[in-house]
């Protein structure tokens, strides 16, 4: 028998104010100065939720395969938007490549988990697509973010050594490898640590949720499995494209360092 699902009451999602509040003082106790972006986070956190919330609803009635796609589209455009707020560098443009190789890898990899993984027909059927992707946008978009920020620093870090290389005789590549397998290392090494923790240390959100909502736990586990592995394949190919394609912008077709 499948377990009713215990839904939360506006007044029990009010109670969850008081964790923030919690927080709230506990900086300002400590005079950490965090109350402003614990308010901001807070109030964002409601409004996006309900927003997309809202938006899935719809896109799920209507069931068209462009509407799903233009939402995919938009989720990945954000995603290098934040990416681009997190990495500083300004000398080098990593936009463009970044959003066709996101864009590019993660459709793949969504349309292969949901259409013969998952086997979902078809396979861009929303209440799959959507989620799975989400999952493989967001976790992404922290990797590259670090992968970039690593490749960045660490030719500012070794540019002596770099131009040293370059005068020798050496191709951008040849000159650049070691930085660039510091960067992809550094993507993946969350995600592996995930496998490592997941189960022992951890229940992820997927299955949590699935759990919560009535899911058979073995049916949750065997999602979560999935989704664990396609993060880390979303990782791996994520890095290597984009940081591939950025660590050719950072030098000029005489090939010289142009990063400041």
């Known amino acids: 028998m499948t377990p009713s699902i215990i839904e939360i009451t506006p007044l029990q999602l009010m109670l969850c104010f008081g964790f923030v509040l919690l927080a709230g003082i506990t900086s300002m106790v400590n005079r950490l100065g965090l109350e402003r972006d614990l308010l901001v986070g807070t109030i964002r956190t ?6 997309v919330g809202y938006v899935l609803k719809f896109v799920f009635e209507i069931n068209v ?12 455009a954000a995603a290098v938007h934040i990416i681009r707020g997190r990495v500083k560098e300004r000398s080098v443009s990593f936009l463009l490549p970044t959003f066709i190789s996101m864009l590019v890898t993660y459709t793949l990899i969504s349309a292969l988990v949901t259409g013969v993984i998952v086997g ?3 396979w861009w059927t929303p209440q799959y697509f959507i989620p799975l992707a989400g999952m493989i946008v967001g976790n992404s978009m922290t990797a590259i973010s670090i992968s970039l920020d690593r490749l960045f620093s660490d030719l500012k870090a070794r540019r002596s050594e770099v131009e040293m290389m370059l005068a020798l ?3 951008y590549r040849e000159a650049s490898q070691d ?5 992809i290392k550094a993507a993946m090494i969350p995600s592996i640590n995930s496998l490592m923790a997941v189960g022992l240390v951890s229940l992820p959100g997927m299955m949590t ?16 499995v999935v989704v664990m592995l396609m993060l880390v394949a979303s990782t791996s190919m994520g890095a290597f494209l984009v940081t591939g394609l950025v660590r050719r912008r950072c030098f000029s077709p005489a090939q010289r360092l142009v990063i400041r």
Not at 46 to 51: E, G, K
Request: proline share 4%.
């Open 120 to 122: 979902a027909k078809p």
């Open 65 to 76: 395969s462009w509407l799903v796609l233009l939402m995919f589209v938009v989720m990945v």
């Open 169 to 171: 005789g050496a191709d």
């Open 46 to 51: 409601f409004a996006q939720l309900f927003l």
């Open 179 to 183: 930085v660039l397998r510091g960067a």
């Open 209 to 224: 949720g699935q759990i919560l909502s009535g899911v058979d736990p073995l049916v949750a586990i065997r999602y979560q």
